[in-house]
């Protein structure tokens, strides 16, 4: 939804569009946290073969991390044209990575 309210702003991102970005970045940011401090560390408990699988989630969500710091600052810009590129190279890391959440993690769960 963001992606498209970002492809179709025109010249200036409206002030709902930069809300609905900025919560969906802290919404991520929510989200992966509680995935490595709560998750990852009991699954590293349960299944100690994953450690390999379990870091390489880890560094998408650092990875993610930066790529949402880059986001919130360029919506502070308000040009779509530069906001978009950004939002497409978030949803890529973010297929990717739950592509292999759902791989290595929903057999466990």
Avoid at 24 to 52: K, T, W
Avoid at 89 to 108: K, M, S, Y
């Amino acid at each position: 939804m963001v992606r498209k309210e970002v492809a179709t702003s025109g010249t200036a991102l409206g002030a709902q569009l930069r809300i609905n970005c900025l919560t969906l970045c802290q919404g991520l940011h929510n989200h992966h946290a509680g995935e490595s401090l709560g998750m990852f560390p009991v699954l590293l408990d349960r299944y100690p073969e994953i450690s390999e699988e379990i870091a390489a989630l880890q560094a998408d969500h650092d990875k993610i991390a930066l790529l949402l710091d880059e986001l919130k600052e360029l919506i502070g810009t308000g040009r779509p044209a530069d906001v978009l590129p950004e939002v497409d190279r978030l949803i890529d890391e973010l297929t990717t990575h739950l592509d292999t959440e759902e791989a290595v993690l929903i057999p466990l769960l």
